[in-house]
């Protein structure tokens, strides 16, 4: 520490400033014992060392984030909006003012004390015009001290009130997942037409993607998958959203054209920001084989046939949610063979780039589901998901990935 020459204090005058020290010292356990709020901790420390410390000048910069002036008194100067020099906070010991190189403004103020903790500067403590009993070395620690000790009660109170907002915030994400489960389908058909299996892979611990299966009557089912742009909690609020509007259009009409177009209007009243839904919508009548569908902005679902030829399904609209009425919106119809194996897949899945940045895209989707066809349905999307994974081992997927595949017997 650079030296301070300060005279030696008188016995009495020793003996009074102890006494101060005790009685501040007392006070501010109190206060922290007490539980205080932040701001009034601050007012005791600002009374403990103006009036009982005898201290005329007093500034306090306390980091939190950023550097923020809490107390500014005895100065006609306003250093709230002010920063604190480079040599300030370069400082790990108290240091006499006139010893930096600082502009006039600081030259106010007599000495600069750091306050430390576990190695981390917490705050600076300006003082001047100080009295003499408290211009001593020892007067100059116990200030040190004191606001050490008050500092770190605050800090204490700033990381607690942290703690229970991150509580918070988990609970609810925890709650947010939970409800989003519930939106998913609980059986999917295997019977003697069609087996339909899904999996959804969240980035987060809840997502913006979602699948639905929707049993109309005996001959005709729904099936869909979605992406909500954006992740985390709006897009699974969004995503809850589109569920509900889909489950109450549907018990008054089944129509595709009305049930997209209803949609639409639905999200583009509720979407904030600029959130908007791309969905792949099916309708599979069992009796004819007829796919009736609507691709609104999606990743063009995959129609594998038994010779292991295909059929991307791109019929359809814009993606939902960014016009009020939609501008086109077409209907496509496709009759589906024995033995043929449908993939509806979410952007996560194709948007994986290996080591030279190529992507294995839908090109890489066709080339497995042909290679793995025959693969039961649960193996299959295993075996995808491993692929993508192989693909690129340091690959960090950035968005949710959902598969839905149906396979019609």
Same mark, same amino acid.
């Given at each position: ?37 932040? $701001? ?16 005329? /000048? ?56 750091? *306050? ?36 770190? $009660? ?15 915030? /988990? ?5 947010? /997942? ?39 009557? $005996? ?61 792949? @919508? ?58 043929? @194996? ?15 940045? $190529? ?28 692929? *993508? ?17 149906? /396979?019609?017997?």
């Amino acid at each position: 520490m650079p030296e301070i020459n300060v005279p030696s204090p008188q016995p009495q005058q020793e003996l009074n400033l102890k006494k101060l020290e005790l009685s501040a010292l007392l006070e501010i356990t109190q206060a922290i014992n007490a539980n205080l709020p932040e $701001a009034a901790l601050y007012k005791i420390y600002r009374f403990t060392l103006l009036a009982q410390l005898g201290i005329k /000048r007093l500034t306090l910069f306390v980091h939190d984030d950023q550097w923020k002036c809490e107390i500014c008194a005895g100065t006609d100067m306003d250093f709230s909006r002010a920063s604190l020099p480079e040599e300030i906070l370069a400082l790990q010991e108290i240091t006499k003012v006139s010893k930096l190189q600082v502009e006039k403004k600081w030259r106010c103020f007599d000495i600069v004390i750091p *306050i430390l903790h576990n190695g981390k500067v917490l705050a600076f403590v300006m003082i001047g015009k100080i009295e003499k009993y408290s211009s001593n070395l020892d007067a100059l620690n116990f200030i040190q001290t004191v606001s050490n000790i008050m500092l770190v $009660a605050i800090e204490n109170h700033r990381m607690a009130r942290q703690r229970l907002a991150q509580e918070s915030i /988990r609970r609810e994400i925890e709650i947010a /997942r939970e409800v989003q489960s519930m939106l998913f389908p609980k059986s999917l058909p295997n019977d003697r037409d069609v087996v339909i299996h899904a999996s959804y892979i969240p980035h987060s611990s809840i997502g913006g993607d979602y699948y639905d299966f929707v049993e109309i009557d $005996a001959d005709n089912f729904l099936f869909c998958v979605a992406d909500v742009s954006g992740k985390g909690v709006p897009a699974s609020l969004l995503m809850s959203n589109f569920q509900a509007g889909l489950r109450t259009i549907l018990r008054q009409n089944a129509d595709l054209s009305t049930v997209v177009s209803e949609l639409n209007n639905l999200i583009f009243r509720n979407a904030i920001a600029e959130k908007f839904v791309t969905t792949f @919508v099916a309708l599979y009548n069992r009796l004819t084989r007829e796919l009736s569908y609507v691709n609104a902005g999606h990743n063009a679902p995959i129609l594998l046939y038994e010779d292991n030829t295909h059929t991307l399904l791109n019929d359809g609209c814009t993606m939902l949610g960014v016009f009020d009425v939609l501008p086109f919106l077409n209907v496509g119809k496709v009759q589906v063979p024995h033995k043929s @194996v449908l993939l509806c897949y979410t952007d996560g899945l194709t948007e994986v780039f290996d080591e030279d940045e $190529a992507e294995f895209g839908i090109e890489g989707t066709i080339h497995f589901l042909k290679r793995n066809r025959y693969l039961s349905s649960k193996m299959l999307h295993l075996e995808l998901l491993r692929e *993508i994974n192989l693909y690129n081992e340091e690959a960090n997927f950035n968005d949710d990935i959902t598969l839905l595949s149906c /396979r019609f017997k």
